[in-house]
C-alpha cells in the first residue's frame, strides 16, 4: 500500500480481492491491515455481509485502520499483533475455515509517510528505530550501533541483497554511533557515491528492517499455520515487494502442491507428503502500467495466489 497526495492507495487491489473470490457470509483475514485498503474493498464486495479479521503489529496503522473502516464495524474485527500469530488470533476471534487470507507485505503507506517518525525511510530525518511494533526491545539503532563488521556484511548480503558491502559497513563502524536516519543515509551515500534513481542506502535500509522486524522469519512462521485456518476451497493470496519474500512464498506454494517432495532420486516415495495447496497463479501477477503511473511504488509488487485442497 502507498501514500499519493494524503491518499492512501492499495497495491493490485482489484486483483487481490477477485482473487480472493469474495463472497456473502463468508469469512476473511487481512494479515496486514495497514490503513486499511484492502479490507474495505473486500467489505464492500460483500456488502458488508462477509466477516473480516484485521492484524497489524502497528498500532499507528490500526488507529487509522478503525477510521477508514468505521463505517464497517459491525463486520470487522482488529487486532494489534503480528502475523507470526496467525492461528492464535483466528482461534480466539472464531476465524477457522476461512474463505480467504490475504497478505501486503513489505512496509505500509503510513509507515513511508513523511509524518512517521520511526526511520523506516531517509528522505527525513528521523530516530533510527524501525519498529512495527513499539513494544519490541530491537531497534535499528541498536542493530546499527552494536553488531560486528562480520555480522553487518552477512545482515547486508542476506537481506539487502548487497553483493560486495565491506566498504559500506566500514564506513558505518566508522562513523558510529548512529541516532538518526538521514545521518546513516548520508554516510553510507558519501560512501558509495550516487549512481542512478536508487539512493545507495535503499537497500541498507531494507536489510535493517527486516532484521529488526524478523520479517522474513515471521514469514515463513505464519504461511505454515495458513494450512491450519484456511478452509477447503479458501484462498491465500501474497502481495510481495522484493525477491526474499517472493521466493518464500512461491517455495512454500510449490512445495505444498507436491504430493510427494522425497529428494530426487528416491525410487519409493517415503515422506507421505500429500499436497494442500492448488497453484492458482502459474506466474505472477504484475501492476498495469496504469498502476504503476498512478501509484510509482507498486511497481515491484509481485501477487500470487494459491487454493486450499
Do not use: W
Amino acid at each position: 500500500m502507498t501514500v499519493q497526495s494524503g491518499k492512501h492507495i492499495p497495491v493490485l487491489v482489484n486483483e487481490a480481492v477477485s482473487s480472493l473470490q469474495v463472497e456473502r457470509g463468508g469469512k476473511y483475514i487481512d494479515c496486514t491491515l495497514g490503513a486499511g485498503g484492502h479490507s474495505k474493498a473486500i467489505l464492500e464486495r460483500c456488502a458488508s455481509s462477509c466477516l473480516l479479521l484485521g492484524i497489524d503489529a502497528d498500532p499507528r496503522a490500526l488507529h487509522t485502520a478503525r477510521e477508514n473502516l468505521a463505517s464497517f464495524r459491525s463486520s470487522c474485527v482488529l487486532v494489534q499483533g503480528n502475523f507470526k500469530d496467525l492461528e492464535t488470533f483466528a482461534r480466539e476471534k472464531d476465524f477457522l475455515e476461512v474463505q480467504g487470507i490475504l497478505f501486503d507485505l513489505g512496509l505500509s503507506s503510513l509507515q513511508l509517510d513523511e509524518q512517521d517518525t520511526r526511520g523506516f525511510s531517509f528522505q527525513s530525518d528521523s530516530p533510527l528505530d524501525m519498529r512495527m511494533d513499539p513494544k519490541q526491545e530491537m531497534t535499528a539503532a541498536i542493530l546499527v550501533n552494536s553488531t560486528s563488521e562480520d555480522e553487518l556484511i552477512s545482515l547486508l548480503q542476506a537481506y539487502g541483497e548487497e553483493r560486495m558491502p565491506r566498504k559500506t559497513v566500514r564506513a558505518i563502524i566508522a562513523g558510529r554511533p548512529f541516532r538518526s536516519s538521514r545521518q546513516l543515509a548520508e554516510t553510507i551515500e558519501r560512501t558509495a557515491g550516487r549512481r542512478g534513481k536508487i539512493h545507495p542506502a535503499t537497500r541498507v535500509f531494507q536489510a535493517l528492517r527486516i532484521a529488526v522486524n524478523r520479517e522474513l522469519d515471521n514469514l515463513k512462521e505464519a504461511l505454515a499455520q495458513v494450512l491450519r485456518v484456511l478452509g477447503k476451497g479458501g484462498r491465500l493470496v501474497v502481495i510481495a515487494y522484493h525477491s526474499l519474500e517472493d521466493r518464500i512464498v512461491k517455495d512454500f506454494i510449490r512445495m505444498q502442491s507436491k504430493d510427494c517432495i522425497c529428494p530426487p532420486g528416491v525410487m519409493v516415495c517415503a515422506c507421505g507428503h500429500q499436497s494442500t495447496l492448488k497453484i492458482i497463479t502459474r506466474k505472477v501477477i504484475k501492476p498495469t502500467r496504469l498502476e504503476i503511473l498512478d501509484n510509482p511504488r507498486s511497481r515491484s509488487a509481485r501477487m500470487r495466489v494459491a487454493e486450499r485442497i
